[in-house]
């Protein structure tokens, strides 16, 4: 047989291809494979599970503590979800990490709701001169980022809007449109009476109360009915008992849809790594308040947990000049917002969106 002739197959005697199936025995004693594809996701999806818990076995027990306490915390629980072990856990892993990073000794505290009380706050938008402590005062307090480069590195969770002063005047009558008639647009229409120009949040003027301006702060205003609690996809956002609308922030995955939601424009999100120097960190932190947030994630105000559940004030109602912010339990008939309540005129902001604020707004 030459190299270029084909060998003779007699097709009586091919053997079978070892790729064909087998037939399986008739007798009941040797029952054939029953492997599914169920059961072959199930015992791939075990074996991954179990790879991933013994790389985080090794990982635990290596000299990296960065990287053991980065992994505990990506399989942690959510934190209202927790037992009151596995919340010790989270707060020492917390503490060890940030006492590291920033070079003093950082408690984080897991405090939680006090019974008998639901948190209240209440403003004086008629006694406010605009000077903005309230935000300094909040951004030191409460470990936010304060980069001055790229746009987001700087957060500020209050906001004191500067409502501009103006007045009608006559001889703009016939300024309207069209003119003479003003039916479409009035002569008057472009007076900056009470009107917010873009910015106009972030001014820094050298003398308040200015003459031409009115102020009006707003922040988180921890509705009872938040909307920003009923569009979280993962649960990381939630109302406390004693009021405060709070963030788990190891388990935000940063979609936004809360910011979206909110009508208050009360909640900030770390789009770059934020700016915390370690000489301006305070270290007296709350899980679900102050602690140094990550990037991707969303923050806002929370009263001050770190304060208020140890019958502190915020630190923006301290820091107030002229005694414009109040701070108390609206469950207690004699505390300052109670009384305010009875006694004052109040409203709350967007109150026909019905997410009943336990913010208010009174005048004397």
């Known amino acids: 047989m030459t190299p270029n002739e084909s060998p003779s197959v007699d097709p009586n005697q091919e053997k079978p291809s070892q790729c064909q199936p087998q037939p399986a025995p008739a007798g009941p004693s040797a029952p054939g494979p029953t492997t599914s594809r169920r059961g072959f996701l199930k015992a791939g999806g075990a074996l991954s599970m179990s790879s991933l818990m013994g790389t985080a076995a090794l990982m635990a027990q290596s000299g990296d503590a960065k990287a053991a306490v980065e992994w505990a915390e990506h399989f942690q629980k959510n934190y209202r979800l927790m037992t009151d072990a596995e919340k010790a856990e989270a707060r020492a892993r917390l503490e060890r990490r940030h006492s590291a990073e920033y070079g003093k000794k950082v408690t984080v505290d897991i405090t939680g709701p ?8 209440a403003l004086n938008i008629r006694k406010c001169i605009g000077c903005r402590r309230c935000v300094h005062a909040c951004v030191e307090e409460n470990n936010q980022s304060r ?3 790229r746009p987001g590195e700087k957060i500020e969770w209050i906001q004191v809007l500067r409502m501009e002063r103006g007045k009608f005047e006559k001889e703009k009558m016939n300024q309207g449109y069209p003119e003479g008639l003003g039916i479409q647009v009035g002569g008057n229409a472009y007076t900056p009476a009470g009107q917010v120009l873009e910015g106009q949040y972030h001014y820094n003027p050298e003398k ?6 009115n102020y009006m702060p707003i922040a988180c205003m921890q509705c009872e009915k938040p909307p920003c609690v009923k569009v979280c996809p993962v649960r990381t956002t939630y109302r406390e008992a004693d009021g405060p609308v709070v963030i ?3 388990w935000c995955i940063g979609c936004r849809m809360c910011m979206g939601a909110c009508p208050y424009w009360a909640r900030r999100i770390n789009v770059t790594n934020p700016v915390l120097p370690k000489e301006e960190m305070n270290p007296v932190t709350h899980y679900l308040g102050n602690r140094p947030r990550m990037r991707g994630v969303v923050e806002k105000c929370h ?3 770190q304060r208020t559940r140890h019958d502190r004030y915020p630190a923006c109602v301290e820091v107030c000049p ?3 912010r ?3 339990n609206l469950l207690d008939p004699e505390s300052e917002v109670s009384k305010i309540l009875e006694r004052k005129n109040v409203f709350r902001l967007k109150a026909e969106l019905n997410t009943f604020p336990k913010f208010f707004y009174f005048y004397d």
């Open 322 to 324: 002229v005694g414009a």
């Open 248 to 250: 788990d922030y190891n």
């Open 147 to 149: 980069g001055k480069g």
């Open 326 to 328: 109040k701070f108390g």
């Open 114 to 121: 006090q019974p008998g009380v639901l948190m209240g706050y």
């Open 208 to 213: 308040v109360p200015e003459e031409d301006a």
């Open 303 to 305: 009263w001050c947990l």
